[in-house]
């Protein structure tokens, strides 16, 4: 064998012991035993949270405690629930029976009553406590239970429907352990919650998780500004407090998204702070009130307008004399921002607005025309929460001819359709083949076409052929008794040209 040959072969028994040692050495580690810890008792950890930890066999057994918990970054939940849940009550509501129909005497009959569940909190050591109007809606009599087991009847002092709290009185024998109000504003999407109810007055139910998301708009109102957990809210939960890691209550548990497991929703306790005074004061809540039709903006409306569709909210109709009116806005105006906040939407400017107080007078910022624009509005109250609904933008498609029937809107058919004699042309039919079928419909009152008012039929078809079809075309609408903006493209070939 010559010398590289025995260099060759040294290197490769070389190669092969230390596989070999490597092997060895894997395979004792593989060998040893591997503990896993979990944080099952609430007195230690947060409840449902799991925590792994591999450790040596002499370790295998050890639970982990709150000062491992927070080292590795979880919340200390049973530290909250301890501090808190003696602050957390259990709300009892009997509804009366509905009235039915005796099948077999004629006459009426009382149904049974119905008992109710869920949860409230205490945030004056006097007996005031919070919770959802939907527990105590049409109850004839409520009862608070406490922690000791002491109930007591409870006095609706004030509730208000369209952010679902309601504002309890008890009386009770001493002075009651009171929460801590926090501010929701502060709060981080990401930020760890406790939610805590009591809703059969027998044993509290505490979960925890953080906060998904804020400002969240679930279709419950037209104040709608929740804030998203994955803390659980269970039945019989509603109306209970949602704390942050501090004990301090940034939230009123509210909501269940039936549709998806896990997720909860509260009302921003800084909202129900703003409304508390007035709930102990009148029994209601004093909303602003615009006195304008709203509409949200889509992407067709705000080509036709020369914007962006979330640079503001676009005003449909103002009614005669109203607040909006007195101050100078007009349909077709654009706002975005009220009082100082912006208004990227119909939410917004609806919870700006309701959170002016009426008679005070705040600023409107609007684009009109292209051209900024400042107004003082003298803010009304509002007079009936129906009156401010928001027109939901419509998409529109282009077409090849319009195929309206109109005529012009007489005293008589003004009557009947609530609008002004004189003022557009009403809409006698639509051909079915027409672009605009899914657009316009019989009855509705064509008022204006872009900037141009219409008041006969020759009126409209001028407006209409001298359209630039490189814009939308803009129609402002009156239908149901309120006036909308819609809009669509038109070629050229739909125009005649």
């Known amino acids: 064998m010559n010398r590289d040959s025995m260099n060759r072969s040294r290197t490769k028994s070389a190669k092969t012991g230390r596989t070999k040692r490597t092997f060895i050495i894997l395979a004792a ?11 099952s008792s609430p007195s230690q950890t947060s409840p449902g949270v799991k925590v792994a930890e591999a450790v040596g066999p002499e370790r295998s057994s050890q639970r982990v ?21 003696e602050k957390v009550v259990a709300i009892t509501a009997q509804v009366p029976g509905q009235q039915m129909v005796n ?48 109930s007591y009847p409870a006095k609706v002092i004030g509730h208000d429907a369209q952010t679902d709290i309601a504002l309890l009185k008890i009386e009770p024998d001493e002075k009651l352990p009171a929460v801590k109000l926090g501010k929701s504003k502060d709060l981080k999407v990401g930020q760890w919650v406790v939610a805590i109810g009591n809703p059969f007055g027998l044993d509290y139910s505490v979960t925890a998780g953080i906060i998904s998301a804020k400002g ?28 942050n890691m501090n004990g301090e209550v940034i939230g009123v548990n509210t909501a269940i998204r039936r549709d998806g497991q896990g997720i909860g929703f509260a009302v921003p306790i800084d909202m129900v702070k703003e409304m508390i005074p007035a709930l102990r004061k009148r029994g209601y809540v004093s909303r602003g009130y615009l006195g304008a039709g709203i509409q949200e ?89 129906s009156r401010a609904a928001v ?45 605009v079928a899914r657009l316009l419909r019989p009855g509705d009152i064509i008022q204006q076409v ?30 149901d008794g309120r006036t909308m903006y819609l809009a669509m493209h038109l070629s050229k070939s739909a125009l005649g040209r």
């Open 65 to 85: 405690t709150p000062a491992q918990a927070a080292s590795y970054g979880l919340p200390n939940v049973s530290e909250v629930f301890e501090r808190q849940n």
């Open 103 to 150: 099948p077999f005497f004629g006459g009426s009959i009382q149904g049974k009553p119905q008992t109710g569940q869920g949860s409230g909190f205490i945030i004056d050591e006097d007996g005031y406590i919070l919770t959802n109007n939907h527990v105590i809606d049409g109850a004839s009599e409520i009862t608070v239970i406490l922690k000791d087991g002491h």
């Open 297 to 385: 903006m889509n992407a067709t409306l705000a080509a036709s307008f020369g914007v962006g569709m979330r640079q503001g909210v676009l005003i449909g109709s103002v009614e005669p004399g109203g607040p909006a009116d007195q101050a100078g806005i007009r349909p077709g105006d654009i706002v975005t921002k009220f009082n100082g906040q912006p208004t990227r939407d119909a939410r917004e400017l609806l919870l700006a607005v309701a959170a002016t107080q009426p008679g005070e007078k705040a600023s409107a910022d609007l684009i009109r025309d292209k051209k900024p624009k400042r107004l003082i509005v003298a803010v009304a109250e509002r007079p009936d929460a």
């Open 29 to 39: 580690l593989l060998a040893l035993p591997i503990g896993l810890t979990t944080a």
């Open 450 to 479: 872009g900037e141009t008012v219409v008041s006969s039929e020759k009126e409209l078809n001028r407006a209409i052929r001298e359209h630039d079809t490189r814009k939308p075309l803009r129609l402002l609408v009156h239908r």
């Open 216 to 243: 969240r708009n679930i279709g419950a109102g037209p104040y709608d500004n929740f804030l998203q957990t994955d803390a659980s809210i269970n039945p019989g939960n509603s109306g209970g407090p949602l704390f």
């Open 391 to 435: 027109v939901p933008a419509k998409e529109t498609s282009s077409g090849v001819v319009l195929g309206l029937k109109v005529s012009p809107v007489t005293p008589q058919l003004a009557q009947r359709f609530g609008a002004t004699a004189g003022q557009g042309v009403i809409i006698e039919s639509v051909q079915p083949t027409s672009p």
